[in-house]
C-alpha cells in the first residue's frame, strides 16, 4: 500500500511503498477513504511529541480518517466489515496507526464511532481533532453567554468550529482570521474579526476591549505571543493554548486560569459532533481535496492553513 512517512524524527515526508497490514486479534483492517491534515501530524514528525509518546518508524503519518472497516481480526465485537466509520487514532507508538495510508489496522477499542447517513467520509474526516477540540473546549467554558471571546487562528480547522460553537452560546467573539476570511467569521457569528498582519492583536484588543477580555483561546501563537495577549484576560477569565505554551503559575498569579489543551477523545464526542453536523447546527470549514501524492509538498510549506485539507484515496 502507499502511505505517507518519515524515517526519523525531523526527516522529510515521501510516498512509501508498504506492506498491508493484517488485523491481529481485537484489531480491526480500516480502508481509508478520507484523511485530514492537522498542524499536529508535523508537530509529531518533527519530534514535538517524542516526550510525550513513544515512535516507531517508519512513521505513517496522520491521526483522522474515515474510511470502511474490511476485515476483522479475531475476538472483535461492535465494529464488522462493511461498516463506514470515523475518528482519531493518536495512539503508541505514533506512526504504527498513522492515517496518510491506504489501510491502517487499528485495536477495535480505538475512538471509532459510525459515520451516521447524511454525513460523508470526506466531512467525516475534517471532525475528529478539530471538531473535537473545539466542541472539547466550548463545553469546557461554559457558560459563555455574555463573556468575550477572542480566538486566535479562527479561520483555521479548529477556530472554524469554536467561532460558531463560542457565538451559538452566546459569546461576543472576536475573531482572529485574515480579513479575506472576515465573510466567513461573520457568518460564523463572530462579531469582529481582527487581521494580526494588518493590526497587532494586543492592540487591537486593547482598544476595543480596555477593561480586557473574559476568555482568550489561543490556536496559533508561540510562546512569547501567547503570554503578551493574555495581558489582556482579566481576573477570573481564562486563557487557553492547544500549543502547550501557557505558563500556568505566572498566569494564576494574575488571577488567570492557564490551560494547556489536550483532548480527550471518545467515541461520545465524535458521535456528537457528527449529529451536529448532521442537523447543520455547525457547519464545516471549507474543504481542499488533495491526494496522498500531493501531500509531501503540501505539508513541508510553513504556514497557517485556512480551513481544512483532507486527503482523499
Do not use: C
Not at 476485515?71 to 505514533?94: M, N, R, S
Not at 464511532?113 to 475528529?128: E, I, K, Q
Not at 503559575?249 to 471518545?266: D, H, S
Amino acid at each position: 500500500m502507499h502511505a505517507i512517512t518519515v524515517s526519523d524524527y525531523g526527516a522529510g515526508p515521501a510516498v512509501t511503498e508498504l506492506p498491508r497490514p493484517r488485523p491481529k486479534p481485537g484489531q480491526v483492517l480500516i480502508a481509508v477513504q478520507a484523511a485530514g491534515l492537522n498542524p499536529m501530524d508535523m508537530e509529531i514528525a518533527n519530534g514535538g511529541w517524542k516526550d510525550r509518546m513513544p515512535a516507531t518508524f517508519p512513521m505513517v503519518l496522520g491521526v483522522d480518517l474515515a474510511g470502511i472497516v474490511e476485515e476483522d481480526g479475531p475476538g472483535v465485537a461492535g465494529l464488522e466489515p462493511g461498516d463506514l466509520v470515523f475518528g482519531q487514532l493518536l495512539i503508541a507508538p505514533l506512526g504504527s496507526a498513522g492515517t496518510y495510508a491506504e489501510y491502517v489496522a487499528v485495536s477495535a477499542d480505538a475512538p471509532l464511532a459510525h459515520v451516521p447517513a447524511g454525513l460523508d467520509p470526506v466531512t467525516a474526516a475534517t471532525l475528529p481533532t478539530a471538531g473535537g477540540t473545539a466542541m472539547a473546549i466550548a463545553e469546557s467554558l461554559a457558560p459563555l453567554a455574555g463573556k468575550t471571546a477572542l480566538i486566535v487562528g479562527a479561520s483555521g480547522g479548529v477556530g472554524s468550529f469554536l467561532t460558531q460553537l463560542a457565538a451559538q452560546a452566546g459569546a461576543h467573539v472576536d475573531a482572529g482570521a485574515p480579513a479575506a476570511e472576515a465573510g466567513r467569521m461573520k457568518r460564523y457569528g463572530a462579531a469582529e474579526t481582527i487581521d494580526r498582519a494588518a493590526t497587532p492583536l494586543p492592540d487591537a484588543v486593547a482598544r476595543a476591549h480596555p477593561d480586557g477580555i473574559d476568555v482568550l483561546v489561543d490556536l496559533a501563537s508561540d510562546g512569547r505571543q501567547f503570554a503578551v495577549l493574555a495581558r489582556h484576560v482579566r481576573r477570573g477569565g481564562t486563557a487557553i493554548t492547544t500549543r502547550y505554551v501557557a505558563d500556568r503559575e505566572m498566569l494564576a498569579r494574575a488571577g488567570v486560569t492557564g490551560v494547556n489543551f489536550q483532548l480527550p477523545m471518545t467515541v461520545s464526542l465524535l458521535d456528537r459532533l457528527a449529529a451536529a453536523v448532521v442537523a447543520r447546527t455547525i457547519t464545516p470549514p471549507p474543504i481542499t481535496r488533495i491526494s496522498l501524492d500531493e501531500v509531501p509538498a503540501l505539508v513541508s510549506r510553513q504556514g497557517h492553513a485556512e480551513g481544512k485539507t483532507v486527503i482523499t484515496m
